[in-house]
Nanobody, 116 residues
């Protein structure tokens, strides 16, 4: 059974940091490109960051570049998103996504709220 389980979300003050994790199981994690998406209330889901299967290449949305860092540990079947200098505009549900040429999987999401 394929599972993507996000964790690490919560309430943080503006300027603060959070580290999200996405634990994968049920598929060959090391062969899948991974992404973080987010969806704020009333807005469409948007791509935040992406990383290739071996972790050699990353890409970021312009709004988070320089503040967020995506990484993965294939030995632990886990992907991470380090989020620094958070602002209220980063408030959203963050989703983990796994994608290959033949399949795509989504996690259930973890809420990130940035508020004072």
């Amino acid at each position: 059974q394929v599972q993507l389980v996000e964790s690490g979300g919560g309430l943080v003050q503006p300027g603060g940091s959070l580290r999200l994790s996405c634990a994968a199981s049920g598929f060959d994690f090391s062969t899948y490109a991974m992404r973080w998406h987010r969806q704020a209330p009333g807005k469409v889901r948007e791509l935040v960051a992406a990383i290739t299967n071996a972790g050699g290449f990353t890409n970021y949305a312009r709004s988070v570049k320089g503040r967020f860092t995506i990484s993965r540990d294939n030995s632990k079947n886990t992907m991470y998103l380090q989020m620094n200098s958070l602002s209220p505009e980063d408030t959203a549900v963050y989703y983990c996504n796994a994608r290959s040429a033949i399949a795509e999987y989504w996690g259930q999401g973890t809420q990130v709220t940035v508020s004072s």
